[in-house]
């Protein structure tokens, strides 16, 4: 690859480990994610479960988790720095890739106690770790999506068993998952203030190629994130153990608050990725095609373009790593991972369109994958918190929450429960 177009590796964070997970991770994208990618996502077919196995072996379920559980034991500057790779190729494979690595189930108790999950529990992570127990997660719902307080999906204690009733949206491998992570409402939220308290986490799990008891859904038709499908899904009397319960009860956005910092940090990653992927793509075809008697390499317009693509890229990866490197030391870094997540997700819309644009009207076919670099890394300015939700959580930070929302969700929570 053109050095030019890589880290500055001697910069800050980056130890001699790191470089070797990171070109390994490289290598293997070249090598088994991206023909990979550029064959099914045109014809929207699913990530093949020999590419799951070899993602297993790597290690790449469980890179965070402890060794103790099987996993890798690192932190989260690996984990993106692998995902950064894997996206590069194909976004979904690295986000398939966190479905793995446990986080949820994890997240079921404060950091540093794995020590006093559930045998049970411990032994999914172990699974999980192993590729053979991958999640999908059912937060959204029709009428919830960012305001996920919000949620209106029930779960009651009927005999010794969870009856859970309700509809999820956006369940992102509701089918070939092995367990659906669910969170629905067990309790009322005690005040305006509260709402977030009374939602609980639900393991389900299931046979791949399936749904859960009770539970009828379909594919919702998106416009890209292929290799695994998004689901609608209408929970209707589904019965759980008792022992479903992750966590404690009533206090899943807690868990959820836990892990919020390195799923941004994470998404942020995935967003560099293919930002890093229509650079690359870009400067290839720019050498090589000519106009008006040479390369497009030689106009200055291309030129600035790809200079500037390459700076925003590397400004959004040089603020990941500082995240990264805050959440491993065990420092709050809320705004930040905000920061990054907003700032990676809106340039890498921004580099993926202009790479639209080097490559003039082949850029605007299926002919080559910067076309699927754009869909995909649109929607990281949608998921794990939209654009607009991070401005809010940063300008709350900086300027103290603002009167308005909170009058807002009062009366919204005044009107609901009336
Ligand atoms: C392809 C895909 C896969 C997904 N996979 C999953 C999954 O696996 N599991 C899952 O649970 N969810 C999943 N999601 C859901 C995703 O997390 C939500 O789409 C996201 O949280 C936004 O919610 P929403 O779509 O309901 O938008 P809304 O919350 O309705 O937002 C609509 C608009 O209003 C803005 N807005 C909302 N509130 C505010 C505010 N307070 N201040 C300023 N602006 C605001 C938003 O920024 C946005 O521009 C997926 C979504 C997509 C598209």
Redo the contacts with the bound molecule.
């Keep these: 690859m053109n050095s030019g177009v890589t880290s500055a590796d001697g910069m800050g964070y980056m130890t001699e480990e790191r470089i070797l997970i990171r070109d390994s991770a490289r290598d293997f994208t070249m090598k088994e994610v991206l023909p990979v990618a550029n064959e099914l996502d045109p014809v929207q077919g699913m990530i093949p479960m020999e590419l799951r196995d070899k993602m297993a072996e790597l290690g790449y379920f469980g890179i965070t988790t402890p060794e103790e559980l099987g996993g890798m034991g690192l932190g989260c500057f690996e984990y993106c720095l692998i995902a950064e790779q894997l996206a590069r190729g194909w976004m979904s494979v690295a986000s398939i890739m966190a479905r793995g690595n446990g986080s949820f189930l994890r997240r079921g108790i404060m950091r540093g106690k794995e020590d006093e999950l559930p045998e049970e529990q411990r032994d999914m992570i172990r699974r999980a770790v192993k590729g053979e127990f991958l999640a999908?997660?059912?937060?959204?719902e029709p009428g919830?999506?960012?305001?996920l307080a919000s949620i209106s999906c029930r779960a009651v204690m009927s005999g010794n068993e969870w009856v859970i009733n309700g509809s999820?949206?956006?369940?992102?491998?509701a089918d070939g998952a092995d367990y659906i992570m669910l969170f629905a409402r067990t309790s009322p939220p005690p005040s305006a203030d509260k709402r977030f308290l009374g939602i609980s986490a639900f393991v389900l799990p299931k046979p791949r190629g399936e749904l859960p008891n009770n539970c009828e859904g379909s594919p919702?038709p998106?416009i890209?994130?292929f290799g695994w499908n998004?689901y609608e899904l209408s929970f209707q009397g589904t019965r759980a153990p008792a022992s479903a319960l992750v966590g404690e009860e009533g206090k899943a956005f807690y868990m959820l608050a836990s892990g919020l910092e390195a799923a941004r940090a994470h998404t942020a990653a995935r967003s560099i990725g293919l930002a890093q992927g229509a650079l690359e793509d870009s400067i290839a075809y720019a050498e090589d095609r000519g106009q008006f008697g040479v390369p497009i390499t030689e106009f200055q317009a291309i030129r600035f373009k790809i200079a500037t693509m390459a700076t925003k890229i590397e400004a959004a990866r040089q603020l990941l790593y500082y995240v990264c490197n805050e959440i491993d030391q065990g420092r709050r870094c809320d705004k930040e991972a905000s920061m990054v997540k907003f700032f990676a997700s809106e340039m890498a819309e921004e580099v993926t369109s202009e790479a639209i644009q080097i490559h003039g009207g082949a850029g605007y076919t299926k002919l080559h994958a910067v076309e699927r670099y754009w869909r995909d890394a649109r929607?990281t300015k949608?998921?794990?918190?939209?654009?607009?939700?991070q401005?809010?959580i940063i300008s709350d930070v900086i300027l103290g929450k603002s009167k308005s929302?909170a009058r807002m969700v009062a009366a919204a929570f005044a009107e609901q429960y009336a």
């Design positions: 999908a997660a059912a937060l959204s919830t999506g960012s305001d999820k949206y956006w369940c992102t491998f919702i998106k890209g994130y998004t929607l949608i998921f794990e918190g939209t654009s607009e939700i401005q809010r929302d």
